[in-house]
């Protein structure tokens, strides 16, 4: 099993910004695709941000240029640099990651969620 263990919620004003990050652990070989999704109140969860193994990086159209995601894979870990914070980007953030336990056992892991809330 991947246990995913997210951090950095919190209450911000209007324009600040915030740091979520997340940490993997369990037995990994190969952790593929990290991810960042959100759910506000009585809306879907939607994708915010993803990032392959390879570096590669997709954003939801609402977040482009304000938000950043990156990871260490050395540590396994993502994080989500979110600048210029919204009222509507408060939500439950959810970190999400996929690979292999083993060469082939695949897995797909949740967060349990981080709260950030943006004050206007």
């Known amino acids: 099993q991947v246990e995913l263990v997210e951090s950095g919620g919190g209450l911000v004003q209007a324009g600040g910004s915030l740091t979520l990050s997340c940490a993997a652990s369990?037995?990994?070989?190969?952790?593929?695709?990290m991810a960042w999704y959100r759910q506000a109140p009585g809306k879907q969860r939607e994708l915010v941000a993803k990032?392959?193994?390879?570096?590669?990086?997709n954003f939801a159209e609402s977040v482009k240029g304000r938000f950043t995601i990156s990871r260490d894979n050395t540590k396994n870990m993502v994080y989500l640099q979110m600048n210029s914070l919204k009222p509507e980007d408060t939500a439950v953030y959810y970190c999400n990651a996929d690979g292999f336990t083993t060469p082939l056992r695949p897995f797909g892991s949740w967060g349990q969620g981080t709260q950030v809330t943006v004050s206007s």
């Open positions: 990032i392959t193994g390879g570096g590669n990086t």
């Open positions: 369990g037995s990994i070989f190969r952790i593929n695709t």
